[in-house]
């Protein structure tokens, strides 16, 4: 099985630039979110769905925006990348939405650096 | 607002000696994970706590809930060198659409031979 499947793995983008990082899993999974890991702050929610047409931000979303058309991809897109965005991007995927002892179950990230 | 601390922040220890790591929080928390990241992957689930006090063992690993679910510990006892990467705690709250976790700051272990 091929999980949560996350592309490009590393992406190098000059400031201003735009870009999608894609994110597909084939677990038949509700609940889709994008979290972004910096060194010392773990890992921050930046927007999530619980089912393709339903989205909403987490803690960090400005500069981000995701759509989900259906429920196998959740793509993140930068509008106007920034160095702060400087980042490796997770997506984690969960069978339900409502679950609070389930497993988030997460790709193998996408390490991204703006110049 | 980081909700999540844990310490320590990094921790390099020799094998079979024992670790304690610690994860606080003012909030409550419905149940918390822990969650295991090795370099160049994704964290992998390691377990689940959810009623207060509880005590979960994985092999060498023991995972306690605080009574008043805002904080939990790891407890590694004789460490090896598979057990070197970075532990995330992560509590879970429920809320209008979706439970959402909290990440913890992350504790990074190494044990060496």
């Known amino acids: 099985n091929a999980g949560v499947t996350q592309t490009p793995k590393f992406q190098v983008l000059k400031t201003g630039q735009s870009m999608t990082l894609q994110c597909a899993q084939d677990m038949n999974h509700e609940y889709m979110s994008w979290y972004r890991q910096d060194p010392g702050m773990g890992l921050r929610l930046i927007h999530y769905s619980v089912g393709a047409g339903i989205t909403d931000q987490g803690e960090v979303p400005n500069g981000y925006n995701v759509s989900r058309s259906t429920t196998e991809d959740f793509p993140l897109r930068l509008l106007s990348a920034a160095p702060s965005q400087t980042s490796v991007y997770f997506c984690?995927?969960?069978?339900?939405?409502?679950?609070?002892?389930?497993?988030?179950?997460f790709g193998e990230g996408s390490r991204l650096t703006v110049l | 607002t980081q909700l999540l601390e844990q310490s320590p922040q990094f921790l390099s220890i020799q094998e079979g000696e024992n670790l304690t790591v610690y994860c606080n929080s003012s909030s409550v928390f419905s149940s918390l994970q822990w969650y295991r990241q090795e370099p160049g992957e994704g964290p992998v689930l390691l377990v689940t706590?959810?009623?207060?006090?509880e005590v979960k063992k994985l092999k060498r690993l023991t995972f306690q809930f605080g009574d008043a679910r805002k904080d939990s510990s790891l407890h590694i006892t004789a460490a090896q060198p598979g057990d070197t990467g970075l532990y995330l705690c992560?509590?879970?709250?429920?809320?209008?659409?979706?439970?959402?976790?909290?990440f913890g700051t992350g504790t990074r272990l190494q044990v060496t031979l």
């Open positions: 992560a509590g879970v709250r429920r809320t209008g659409t979706a439970s959402k976790l909290t």
């Open positions: 706590v959810v009623t207060g006090g």
């Open positions: 984690a995927s969960s069978y339900s939405y409502s679950y609070y002892t389930g497993e988030l179950f």
